[in-house]
């Protein structure tokens, strides 16, 4: 688990950015889609930019702090 502050998460948008994965703001929880033809019968499921994918949502608990998953280490080395 990383938690990450606000200059983090921003941080981590601007880097994990790809073709196939992007993440972006809804209110305050971040979410990360990723292109995923599965996800026009996913519960995650999200049609954005003509494409199908899954999306992952990572609240703010109430500290301001974003606990990402620790699979996305790898976009901060």
Excluded: C
Excluded at 23 to 47: C, R
């Amino acid at each position: 688990m990383l938690n990450l502050t606000l200059k983090g998460v921003e941080v981590f948008m601007e880097r994990s950015r790809t073709k196939s994965q992007e993440s972006f703001w809804e209110n305050y929880d971040l979410l990360i889609w990723k292109q995923s033809a599965g996800g026009f019968t996913d519960v995650k499921g999200m049609f954005r930019k003509n494409q199908w994918g899954v999306t992952e949502r990572i609240p703010v608990n109430e500290n301001g702090i974003w606990k990402l998953p620790a699979k996305y280490v790898k976009h901060f080395k």
